[in-house]
């Protein structure tokens, strides 16, 4: 199995920027095509960006697509999220998670693995 930690989250105007970083330890990283989610309280976990396991696929939600950037790099066993362009509305817990297959998805039932997540704040 592996086991994921994400940091980078904070407090931000709006129109500002943040970097993820989603830090996977255990089986080998480059065996999970990985995803990116949030939670805002109140709502439902909803699906953010994913990428496959090479990195050569990637899919965003429209609410994140031309502001946000999803990136890997397997040497490093590293996830990351670009967020540039922040709106009040980006504000929620994000989380990275996994699953060990080729390809990714926006079903967030279908991951196996989660980190704790990370605060994301967006003022206005």
């Known amino acids: 199995q592996v086991q994921l930690v994400e940091s980078g989250g904070g407090l931000v105007q709006a129109g500002g920027s943040l970097r993820l970083s989603c830090a996977a330890s255990?089986?080998?990283?480059?065996?999970?095509?990985m995803g990116w989610f949030r939670q805002a309280p109140g709502k439902d976990r909803e699906f953010v960006a994913h990428?496959?396991?090479?990195?050569?696929?990637?899919s965003y939600a429209d609410s994140v697509k031309g502001r946000f950037t999803i990136a890997r790099d397997n040497a490093k066993n590293t996830l990351y999220l670009q967020m540039n362009s922040l709106k009040p509305e980006d504000t929620a817990v994000y989380y990275c998670?996994?699953?060990?297959?080729?390809?990714?998805?926006?079903?967030?039932?279908?991951?196996?693995?989660w980190g704790q997540g990370t605060q994301v704040t967006v003022s206005s």
């Open positions: 990428i496959s396991r090479s990195g050569g696929s990637t």
């Open positions: 998670a996994a699953r060990p297959t080729t390809y990714s998805s926006t079903l967030y039932y279908t991951y196996d693995y």
């Open positions: 255990g089986r080998t990283f480059s065996s999970y095509a």
